[in-house]
């Protein structure tokens, strides 16, 4: 029997830490969000500063400069040597790695988009979910999400940059830890910038590229492989997976593509990878797999609530559910690779 008069003594070993760290989480998440948007890592990487350096080159006012800084130091985003007016800031070895925009590592596009974007919206998640309709631009214009972000040229090089920034290292991963030795070609649908198949060209040099995607992705998918001097190396397709046939080849890719669509769409789409394949050719999907039992993959779960957010049907999905559609679609065998934190390689063999 617990003892009521003493509420302490049914609590030993148990606080609120977890709670009040989850639950202010989006304070944190803000003050990094806020560095990458003014550049802040960027300007670090060039050497260290002083705050006064820092807010006269970013237009910080004083009042919370310090506050701000040190935050970024206590989450460990940044160095210090000295304190206050006598400190110098520079950036942490990872912050210096990937959110300097100068590096080809760069993965700031993601978090400048979530500043952007996901960040705002996200305040409506419990609209989200007592409607099950979209709390993005949609809500305004009608359109989907896709029409949306395609609209206009800032808004399409901001989502493709933020694509290539979130799944790079995936990309990088799959690249080299895929057993391409038995293939001779890829087509990555819904390729975007065209980096998923520019990582396997230069990684698998006997392997023939295809980058498939919209009309409107075609001029940035090439101007990021001029820039990688893969011109020659990756080939460049326009069309619409739904309403193309998808090209012939030995494997088949999608990075973060299944889980922008509902459960038919998704089907349609793994079928239709079938369809294109030869004997023995494979279908990856490359996306924050959900666990079976659906207790480990937090980041999954958290992208599928943003699907909730961000379109009107998509969701994530467990390997349960992936293995059950691709047998379905008459795929023999089914395994899933890990490649980097929460993303897997879910691939299906024909």
Known sequence: MSDQSNPS??????????????GTAFMASKTMLTAVNIGLFTQLAQGPLSGKEIASRSGLHQRGLYDFLDTLVSLGFLKRDGILDNAK??????????????????????????????????GNLEEGLKTGQPQNEIKETGANAFEALYSNEAGLQEFLSAMAGIQMGNFM????????SKYNSLCDMGGAGGFLAAQVAMNNPGISCTSFDLPQVEKVAKGNLAAMGLSDKVKVVNGNFFENEFPRADVITMGNILHDWGLEEKKTLIKKAFQ??????SFVAIENVIDRDRRVNTFGMLM??????????????????????AKEAGFREVRFMPLTGPTSAAVAVK
């Open 89 to 122: 800031y520079s950036n942490a070895p990872d912050t210096d790695m990937f959110l300097d925009n100068n590096k080809r590592t760069y993965i700031g596009g993601i978090l400048e988009m979530i500043d952007h974007r996901l960040y705002g919206f996200w």
């Open 9 to 22: 003594a049914s609590l030993a070993g148990i606080n609120p830490s977890r709670i009040m760290q989850v």
């Open 173 to 180: 991963a799959f690249a080299k830890g895929f057993d391409f």
């Open 304 to 325: 599928s609530l943003n699907m909730l957010i961000e379109t009107a049907d998509g969701f994530d999905y467990t390997e349960t559910e992936f293995e059950s559609w």
């Open 276 to 281: 294109a394949l030869p004997a023995g050719g």
